[in-house]
């Protein structure tokens, strides 16, 4: 069952398995394989070459429509999937929950039955409730992106934060990163785990006790909640405090005081030479100094940049499906 939030709990049909068809989706990192996530990167680096141009816009995508579909606040995930469309000339259209008939009770079932009417190529949704992207790959004949469900998962993240490391030091085989902070309640941890384990990256997950979920070692990785492990690492990735979805009045820390001087990641704490990165928002002086955040082993602004190259290339794929990493630059194709 999807997690309670302040939206309506998503109706029995509408959690029903997607049905099946052969539109691709891109729902978790779990459904891909290494040789996914390499063409995507490939691409990305592809894309990369444009930003340097005058002309930064392609067109490859012209005449498709891309939907970005959000009932939950973002920066970063809803400007660079809107810029990442429109570099790549397709149509967008762009709905948040609030002023929409979300906020007058319409199911998600039939938002996106409404919006399916329009016959769009690509819909990225991000939602509070875990599932709602299937629901919206039920409903519409469209390729669905996840942007963001609940504490589920986060697969673009992951993938933009592979990016940024793989540019950094040129291959994610062997790297140590440690993920710090508020792993039970983050959907970029679940994620960027998954997509680091299965490149061959070696994961500790470091935090308190009762912010680390229970078993989260099956997925390959280390589990510690000493804080001076961080320093063995090659990269430091540190999460916010996920206070939204904290269920009311439950005790993960008794303070954010005590969790700045036990858990916050300080130049003190780290080695030379470590990178720092961070998906935002940055709640400078909780979970990082903004010493650390603005230093240059920082990584953080570079994410941003990786998001939109790692969104144009993930839109490009779902709508082509074919090997495309070698591609050059003046060869990418309209997608007819």
Same mark, same amino acid.
């Given at each position: 069952?999807? &997690? ?6 998503? #109706? ?18 779990? !459904? ?77 079932? %039939? ?16 939602? @509070? ?11 519409? !004949? ?18 933009? %934060?592979?990016?940024? #490391?793989?540019?950094?030091? $040129?291959? +994610?085989? $062997?790297?140590? *990163? @440690? ?15 998954? @997509?680091?384990?299965? #490149? ?21 990785? &280390?589990?510690?909640? !000493?804080? %001076? ?11 916010? #405090? ?37 998906? $935002?928002? +940055?709640?400078?002086?909780? &979970? ?21 190259? *790692? ?19 003046? @060869? +990418?194709?309209?997608?007819?």
């Amino acid at each position: 069952m999807p &997690e309670q939030t302040s939206l309506r709990p998503l #109706m029995r049909d509408e959690l029903l398995p997607p049905s099946r068809s052969n539109r691709r989706h891109l729902i978790s990192i779990k !459904d891909l394989g290494r040789p996914d996530v390499e063409r995507v990167l490939g691409l990305a680096r592809t894309f990369a070459t444009s930003l340097d141009r005058d002309v930064k816009k392609l067109p490859t995508l012209r005449g498709r429509t891309v939907v970005n579909l959000f009932y939950e606040p973002s920066t970063r995930t809803s400007a660079s999937f809107e810029l990442a469309a429109k570099r790549l000339s397709a149509d967008v259209m762009s709905i948040k929950s609030s002023g929409s008939s979300a906020d007058k009770g319409e199911s998600l079932k %039939d938002t996106a039955l409404t919006l399916g009417a329009y016959d769009p190529d690509i819909v990225v949704i991000r939602h @509070a409730s875990i599932g709602a992207p299937n629901v919206v790959a039920r409903h519409v !004949d469209a390729h669905v992106v996840n942007a963001g469900d609940g504490k589920h998962q986060h697969p673009t993240q992951a993938l933009l %934060d592979l990016f940024t #490391m793989d540019e950094e030091f $040129g291959s +994610i085989e $062997g790297l140590h *990163v @440690a993920i710090v902070g508020d792993v039970l309640h983050s959907r970029v941890a679940r994620s960027n785990v998954q @997509a680091l384990v299965l #490149m061959g990256a070696h994961v500790t997950l470091v935090g308190p006790p009762p912010l680390i979920p229970r078993g989260i070692e099956a997925l390959g990785c &280390e589990v510690s909640h !000493d804080i %001076d492990v961080i320093r063995d690492a090659d990269v430091v990735y540190v999460l916010r #405090m996920q206070r939204e979805r904290m269920q009311a009045g439950a005790n993960f820390v008794s303070s954010l005081r005590e969790y700045t001087a036990r858990w916050g990641v300080t130049a003190e704490r780290l080695a030379s030479g470590q990178r720092v990165m961070h998906p $935002g928002p +940055i709640n400078r002086g909780v &979970e990082i100094t903004p010493e650390v955040a603005d230093s240059p082993e920082s990584m953080i602004q570079r994410q941003v940049r990786s998001g939109l190259v *790692v969104r144009m290339a993930v839109l490009y794929d779902l709508l082509t499906g074919g090997p495309v990493a070698a591609v050059a630059p003046s @060869a +990418i194709r309209e997608v007819a």
